[in-house]
């Protein structure tokens, strides 16, 4: 579908013609994000008016605004997107029209007479649009699925999955076939399969945990000519089940991993077989993949083998009852497995070994706080908990790590095709960054041109007991990338592994399935062969582009690429794209429930700490809540604040007060914009504490509760109130931290974009600062000082 749209405006300075995505804004603004990786351009309102968010379009660079950006106007509309808009029906003056949810569509959209099915005003609905906007008129759509009411349980679920396009539900031919498989392993199945049916296997996860696919066992052995230990790591063999090509592998590929939200789960297998017949539950046979190590006392793995095996779970452990055990061999928890904690003590000790081996190979390691939503019944928030990692996480972490290598350096060792996951180092632009902040901090330490993972990780120890070691551990994780699937072996970075691949997870990450297959493929002495895999879409696309942008010259001719090479290229590039997508997903949604959570504490007061600072404000995580928000600059105080970039922290001109990350206030929760999923806090200064719990006790209620005029309305300034969100145990998921993102980095790169065009706006006084400003007036009036009138 094309449609040409001409709007008017200058000629002069016109460029050549590019294609892209436009991104839509707030406020009717938007942007086109540039397929050759270029900026992106900048469109203004009225070029918003014939597009919507997600349209292909053609355009052209016609001028720079006052703030120096390229401004577009759209040439040409290339393809409109098919995706379907959620938002409540709202019915106004007789015309029937949808909210969408999403803010970055800009327009509300029409719904004729009859259009509406069985939806009523107010509900939350799926709109499938059957009329484009035009300059001068509206989108014009029809409701082909009710949602249900605003506040009915799980809502902001199921509207994240169609805001994101989660797939969610399984083919009737994918769950016809999983009805077709056993309830249980076969005689037939354990043929050819290593029984290690009498070997105490156990499984270790959290206590929220529905799938269980590994397993591990632990016994000392003699490694060489010294003392050691023979690890076991067993993973459920999903690839014995899920074949290549079938339908259950078809919407396997299609989800790439399964989606954890607070209460719910979207798998990326059917139930039987995710929380059935792969799941290693206790004291049932179950068929596994397993990587048998001998780790020498170095914690070096001396040797491996993987093979097809047949295992049953002696035990379920959590990840608090392993370290009951380990704390006290004597206690309770220990005496009601007193036979397996001998091996829950080897596991402890060769756990000890890997992570002494980790410091020599200098892995980057930074304590980072997780979060977990504690809802009730109905989904609502009771409280906000830290995730924290005892000794029992690390020890499962550190096995899993063992095994992953050991994967990749089977696949490396054979030469056959398959999926790494890649880390590569920091980008020149962002070494340069993390060196002048590091010179700016007064640190006596610096990285190379080229730094190793063991440069990061001796700032991280040296700085560790500074008082802003939060700032400086946060930008060290900043300046690096995130990782990726790829059949490119370029390393892992954070991990410090030369290669690296995922092994350990196949129930719930489709690269995982993808590398069972291969490493069944040489134990075969075959070759796997990627199925035709469908055309990549365009969250794929988006990220092949961000991914271009970072790929340096080569230095030599490139070699031709094989077709095999491009198709297992395509896979990693749509498990990496669809990673990302659940990864926003499940932020979008923990976003919501915070801010929900938040609004029954609008005019409460919480100390709490800046954990970013940017040219439009800081973001301060309260203590209490874990919960962030955005400060605007316009909030700060009656002096002009610059954003120094080098130290990552806003200064006054005239006082010379700093915020930067790590530093301690105090604010009060102003304003919460549940749609756009920000929340906005005030700084409360020294004294208005005081003067503030007066006017609590005069009006019997919180500030919130006074009349607007009376305590102030705060300018929508986009905070933010997304958290980090896997819903998954934390011990198993450490690689993740040397991805270089922290959690609720895109929802700030958001707020960048939103209060970019309000930044000189000022935000109406509140009751404090009206107080003050007429106290001072009065102090400066000569007349008042000798009480005499003043002239008229």
């Not at 609502?380 to 830290?386: L, S």
């Not at 690689?735 to 958001?750: F, K």
């Amino acid at each position: 579908m094309k449609t040409t749209h001409q709007t008017a405006g200058t000629s002069s300075g016109l460029l050549a013609e590019f294609e892209g995505t436009v991104s839509g804004h707030r406020d009717g603004h938007g942007f086109v994000l540039r397929d050759d990786g270029e900026a992106d351009i900048y469109l203004p309102p009225n070029e918003m008016r014939a597009v919507l968010h997600m349209d292909r379009v053609k355009a052209r660079i016609v001028r720079h605004d006052r703030k120096n950006r390229p401004e577009g106007r759209v040439t040409e509309i290339i393809e409109r997107s098919s995706n379907p808009i959620i938002g409540r029906l709202l019915q106004e003056s007789g015309v029937w029209l949808v909210a969408p949810e999403d803010k970055r569509y800009g327009q509300d959209v029409l719904i004729p007479k009859g259009a509406t099915g069985i939806a009523k005003t107010g509900q939350v609905v799926v709109v499938q649009l059957t009329e484009p906007p035009a300059l001068f008129g509206q989108p014009v759509g029809r409701v082909t699925e009710v949602l249900g009411e605003m506040d009915d349980p799980g809502m902001e679920i199921e509207i994240a999955v169609r805001k994101y396009g989660v797939p969610h539900e399984f083919s009737d031919a994918a769950l016809a076939l999983a009805r077709s498989l056993p309830d249980s392993v076969r005689p037939t199945d354990k043929k050819h399969r290593v029984d290690l049916t009498d070997v105490p296997l156990v499984t270790i996860d959290g206590e929220d945990a529905r799938d269980f696919d590994d397993a591990v066992y632990c016994e000392p052995a003699k490694v060489g000519r010294g003392k050691g230990w023979r690890l076991l790591v067993a993973i459920a063999d999903v690839s014995h089940y899920v074949e290549t090509g079938s339908a259950i592998d078809i919407d396997a590929y299609d989800r790439a991993t399964s989606v954890y939200f607070p209460r719910r789960v979207i798998p990326m297998l059917p139930e039987k077989l995710s929380n059935g017949l792969c799941s290693l539950n206790p004291n049932v046979e179950r068929l596994c993949m397993v990587c048998d190590m001998l780790v020498n006392a170095k914690g070096e793995v001396h040797a491996y083998q993987f093979y097809p095996a047949v295992m049953f779970s002696q035990a379920r452990f959590t990840y608090t009852e392993v370290a009951a055990i380990l704390a006290n061999t004597r206690g309770p928890e220990a005496a009601q497995r007193k036979v397996l904690v001998p091996h829950l003590l080897d596991l402890h000790d060769v756990y000890q070994a890997l992570l002494k081996e980790r410091g020599v190979r200098g892995a980057v390691d930074f304590e980072t706080t997780e979060t977990q939503i504690v809802c009730d019944e109905v989904g609502r928030i009771e409280k906000i908990v830290p995730r924290t990692r005892n000794v029992a996480h690390r020890l499962i972490e550190e096995a899993m790590l063992a095994a992953n290598v050991c994967s990749a350096d089977f696949i490396t060792q054979s030469k056959h095709v398959g999926l790494f996951r890649a880390h590569e180092g920091p980008t020149p632009e962002k070494v340069e960054m993390l060196r002048n902040y590091l010179k700016a901090m007064g640190i006596g330490m610096t990285i190379g041109d080229q730094p190793t993972p063991g440069e990061f990780q001796q700032i991280a120890v040296a700085t560790k007991d500074r008082a802003d070691a939060l700032q400086i551990h946060s930008m060290l994780l900043r300046s690096m990338q995130q990782a990726i699937y790829t059949p490119m072996n370029s390393g892992h970075f954070g991990l410090a592994y030369e290669a690296y691949t995922h092994f350990t997870s196949p129930i719930r990450r489709y690269p995982d399935l993808l590398v069972h297959r291969v490493i069944k493929a040489i134990l075969g002495k075959t070759k796997y062969q990627l199925p035709i895999l469908p055309t990549p879409g365009e969250a794929e696309a988006k990220l092949s582009k961000r991914l271009a942008s970072r790929v340096k010259e080569p230095t030599e001719k490139p070699k031709k690429i094989s077709a095999d090479q491009l198709a297992w290229q395509a896979a990693g590039l749509h498990c990496s794209a669809n990673e990302r997508r659940a990864d926003e997903a499940s932020r979008d949604v923990e976003a919501w429930l915070k801010c929900k959570y938040m609004r029954e504490h609008l005019g409460e007061e919480f100390g709490g700490v800046v954990t970013a600072a940017t040219g439009f404000g800081i973001f301060v995580t309260l203590d209490a809540m874990y919960v962030e928000g955005l400060v605007h600059i316009t909030e700060l105080g009656g002096e002009y604040f610059r954003f120094d970039e080098a130290r990552q922290e806003l200064r006054g001109e005239r006082s010379g007060m700093r915020y930067a990350i790590g530093t301690r206030v105090r604010v009060q929760v102003s304003r919460v914009d549940l749609d756009g999923r920000k929340i906005d806090f005030r700084l409360v200064h020294e004294g208005e504490e005081l003067l503030g719990r007066a006017m609590k006790d005069k009006t019997g209620g919180h500030a919130a509760e006074l009349p607007a005029q009376e305590r102030g309305a705060t300018r929508h300034a986009g905070g933010k109130g997304a958290g980090k969100g896997s819903g998954e145990s934390a011990g198993k998921r450490s690689e993740s931290q040397s991805s270089g993102r922290s959690a609720g980095s895109a929802s700030r790169s958001a707020a960048t974009d939103r209060t970019a065009d309000k930044t000189a706006n000022r935000t109406p006084k509140s009751p404090i600062q009206a107080l003050k400003a007429a106290v001072k007036k009065s102090a400066s009036n000569p007349s008042r000082k000798h009480g005499k009138k003043p002239h008229r």
